[in-house]
């Protein structure tokens, strides 16, 4: 075609200025601008009578088609009130074969949302919760138009699924109570025990935080519920899996005896840790005590000693007096060997070891006894109030996480990385205090945090997940794998077998699908043999949840293909000029041309 068109436009110059030569040498020159003019518009119009002349129309589609698709939850009344504003009948459609107050309004049942990509429509106005990740994947590139309902009771929910034995269980999630003028109780429960709860108040979208310290181990469901009055309006599980704690062992170095290193020790021989309890009676002269472990040697701080321990804690006075080249092992060990240090502030130690400039220390303007209010900064967990004479706290920086403070914000514990490990600095010198009073909650919870946040993490040789969150029996989870293993893994869910691919960018993960029947916990087998497991929800459980998922999904889907809707409607194409035109406008020129050359005879 192309050729074509340079054939035809070299013919036509060639002609034009065959034609032109002979009209500048006619002997008769009056009118020659005309002449010249009806040459160059003769032969321009020939050649476009040869040529295809297109240009490009914009028309406007005046009857636009739509469908409406009707999810759970949607309105009937906001329903009814979009189909009067429109003129035609509108087909309605519906996914969800359960769905009894859509036959109210004669939709027809559709096995998949795949039937809307192959229809052309130009509008689909869904109404309700919307759809999945899986059915807006079917629509493709298909124009919503998105009528959302709204969603009501636990919106969202969170919690860890899988903690350590001793750890806290916290559960977060957000309420909206739309109901007036009765307030909502949000109850965590378990073993038929209430364990923790919330009142809500009427129309109010509040965020709420339970929490609980599970005292077994292995596997376990608790409940969130909420109730009005005598009434249980929502009820949901919460899986979680309770594992015995890693054993961790702990190397103490004390300057001296005294009640808070002695608590301590005992708490921690109790925990099960693997204890080392090395207490100065002189210059280069120890006491010694092993809980849980074998005897060691101990007189001198080496990086084959400090390789046996995982945590260290140590008197700053302690730390003082040590040997520089002790101290820079200590020192060299944090950084390179994943391992954690708690240092216990002392005001009478000389401040020079190299932590001191992270950690600076600043008191309070009297010397007086305080009753101090404790939280753990990172929960709203409160500890009972410490009596603490003349309290020192720590002056935060950048590159720190405070971990405990009260409630002018003061500092009493802090955290920084360091190297490969971690450093935690202590001013609170009778957490024991705690234990003596009754309150052995507190004291656990304290220690047991500082120990969590200071102990090395391991790196597992193989991890397993699942997605979504809250996967549900009937609908497809995704298995994910983590492993640098060579080989093609191969992935076991209740005795079924998960071929896995893998991901082109991130080679070390696999994943595939599963179609979990049963609702419960879910058994798999790892890639060395041992079971791991994870839980699979009924379909009215978190329903609420569910149908925020599927709000916001749909709303995202809006926002991305209605852009497309505007050229579905005025759509532009190229249309081929009237050849007719040319032709009036060729026979014109020639009739000129005839005409003038007749007259001047």
């Known amino acids: 075609m192309t050729n074509w068109i340079y054939i035809v436009v070299g013919l036509s110059f060639l002609l034009l200025a065959f034609l032109l030569w002979k009209e500048i040498n006619r002997l008769n020159k009056s009118g020659l601008i005309w002449r010249i003019l009806a040459t160059l518009f003769a032969v321009t119009s020939f050649a476009c009578l040869v040529l295809p ?198 190397l103490i170095l004390a300057s001296s005896p005294d009640f808070e290193n002695k608590f301590l020790k005992n708490w921690l021989a109790q925990k099960g840790y693997e204890v080392v309890v090395r207490t100065a009676i002189s210059k280069n002269k120890f006491y010694k005590e092993y809980l849980n472990t074998n005897t060691i040697h101990v007189d001198r701080i080496t990086s084959t000693l400090l390789d046996k321990f995982d945590i260290l804690i140590a ?28 240092v216990r502030a002392d005001s009478t130690a000389a401040r020079s070891a190299f932590y001191a400039a992270t950690f600076p220390l600043a008191s309070s303007n009297t010397t007086h006894v305080e009753q101090i209010s404790l939280h753990i900064f990172d929960s709203s967990t409160k500890l009972q109030p410490l009596t603490i004479e003349s309290p020192v706290f720590i002056r935060a920086k950048n590159g720190t996480q405070p971990l405990v403070t009260d409630k002018q914000n003061r500092v009493f514990v802090n955290s920084t990385l360091y190297g490969s490990g971690k450093i935690i600095f202590i001013t609170l010198s009778n957490t024991f205090s705690w234990a003596l009073a009754g309150n052995q909650n507190d004291y656990d919870h304290l220690w047991s945090e500082l120990l969590n946040k200071a102990a090395g993490k391991k790196v597992e040789e193989e991890t397993w997940s699942t997605s979504p ?50 609702e419960g916990w879910q058994a798999g087998i790892q ?46 194409q190229k249309v081929e000029f009237p050849k007719i035109y040319f032709f009036l406008l060729l026979l014109f020129c020639c009739g000129y041309l005839w005409l003038e050359s007749k007259l001047q005879q």
């Open 53 to 250: 002349i297109t240009y490009n129309k914009t028309t406007r589609v005046d009857s636009v088609k739509e469908a409406v698709l009707l999810t759970e939850g949607f309105n009937s009344d906001s329903l009814n009130a979009f189909l009067r504003t429109k003129q035609k009948t509108i087909p309605v459609f519906t996914l969800d074969g359960k769905l009894l107050s859509a036959r109210k309004h004669n939709a027809t049942f559709l096995a998949d949302a795949g039937f809307f990509s192959k229809d052309n429509l130009h509008a689909l106005h869904v109404f309700g919760y919307g759809l999945n990740n899986e059915e807006l994947k079917e629509l493709c590139k298909q124009s919503l138009v998105f009528h959302p309902s709204t969603e009501r009771g636990i919106t969202s929910i969170s919690w860890q699924d899988k903690i350590k034995s001793g750890d806290k269980l916290l559960v977060q999630g957000s309420y909206n109570n739309t109901s007036s003028p009765s307030s909502k109780k949000i109850a965590l429960t378990g073993f038929n025990t209430t364990l923790d709860s919330i009142n809500i108040p009427a129309s109010k979208i509040q965020h709420f935080q339970l929490t609980t310290t599970p005292k077994h181990a292995g596997r376990s469901v608790f409940f969130i519920s909420v109730t009005n009055d005598e009434d249980t309006l929502e009820k949901g599980p919460v899986p979680v899996q309770v594992e015995p704690a890693a054993p961790v062992s702990v």
């Open 527 to 572: 890639l060395n043999g041992n079971t791991y497991y994870w839980y699979a929800y009924g379909n009215d459980d978190w329903k609420n949840v569910h149908a925020t998922n599927k709000i916001e999904s749909t709303s995202r889907q809006q926002s991305l293909v209605n852009t497309t809707e505007d050229k579905k409607i005025s759509t532009t």
């Open 315 to 342: 008197d700053e006075s302690e730390l003082a007096t040590i040997s520089k080249p002790e101290l820079a092992t200590i020192q060299s060990h944090i950084i390179r060997n994943n391992k954690g240090l708690i």
């Open 469 to 518: 969150t809250l996967p549900r029996v009937n609908e497809p989870v995704k298995i994910i794998l983590q492993t640098n293993s060579v080989g093609v893994p191969q992935a076991q869910v209740e005795g079924a077998a998960v071929y896995l691919k893998n991901n082109f960018n991130l080679p070390f993960k696999w994943s595939g699908t599963f179609w979990p029947v049963k």
